[in-house]
T-cell receptor, first 114, second 113 residues
Framework: NAGVMQNPRHLVRRRGQEARLRCSPMKGHSHVYWYRQLPEEGLKFMVY????????ESGMPKERFSAEFPKEGPSILRIQQVVRGDSAAYFC????????????FGDGTRLSIL | DQQVKQNSPSLSVQEGRISILNCDYTNSMFDYFLWYKKYPAEGPTFLISISSIKDKNEDGRFTVFLNKSAKHLSLHIVPSQPGDSAVYFC????????????FGTGTLLAVQP
């Protein structure tokens, strides 16, 4: 999965703290997607961003979750006031364009809530 | 509402034989389909894709078949190798919309030496 870089790989937070997950897309890719995989489940879409724009956030929980992809720097997925149910693997993907272009994934951030 | 389904949680195949992984979908608007392979503690790795204007796409040992009338796609791996042992996910999207991928729940493939 070289190319899409996610950090940290593992993140431990206590309930009520904030979690920040970072994603640098592959070089030349301007489309970023975030997915979440809960234990024993498949990947579920959360949000789709292009530079400085949120295109589709239909999979994002209404509260506590936000995402951004600034003009400079990585995309950030922020979870405020984390709860135990937020424990999951969060994957970022990127593609060079919209349409029939495969998305390429990073190795994910495994978030654990104590 | 599970729009993409992989009904076989696991599959075991002998090395050198064909592996066939199946996937069904319900949304007729899907027009782009992909297969990913995933090892534990890693992200999904893109394998092969197919647009709805085609019914077959090949890349080396991997072939994807699409049957639009049955809303069914399959991934054939020939010959299977022990290194192919992983979880395989199919995914679908509606291009021209948001490009979000809808994933199946995965099939664990074990290739026995």
């Amino acid at each position: 999965n070289a190319g899409v870089m996610q950090n940290p790989r593992h993140l431990v937070r206590r309930r009520g703290q904030e979690a920040r997950l970072r994603c640098s897309p592959m070089k030349g890719h301007s489309h970023v997607y975030w997915y979440r995989q809960l234990p024993e489940e498949g990947l579920k879409f959360m949000v789709y961003l292009q530079k400085e724009n949120i295109i589709d956030e239909s999979g994002m929980p209404k509260e506590r979750f936000s995402a951004e992809f600034p003009k400079e720097g990585p995309s950030i997925l922020r979870i405020q006031q984390v709860v135990r149910g937020d424990s999951a693997a969060y994957f970022c993907a990127s593609s060079p364009a919209a349409g029939d272009q495969p998305q390429h994934f990073g190795d994910g951030t495994r978030l654990s809530i104590l | 509402d599970q729009q993409v389904k992989q009904n076989s949680p696991s599959l075991s195949v002998q090395e050198g034989r064909i592996s066939i992984l199946n996937c069904d979908y319900t949304n007729s608007m899907f027009d782009y389909f992909l297969w990913y392979k995933k090892y534990p503690a890693e992200g999904p790795t893109f394998l092969i894709s197919i647009s709805s204007i085609k019914d077959k796409n090949e890349d080396g040992r991997f072939t994807v078949f699409l049957n639009k009338s049955a809303k069914h796609l399959s991934l054939h791996i020939v010959p299977s190798q022990p290194g192919d042992s992983a979880v395989y996910f199919c995914a679908a999207s509606v291009t021209g919309a948001t490009n979000k991928l809808i994933f199946g729940t995965g099939t664990l493939l074990a290739v026995q030496p």
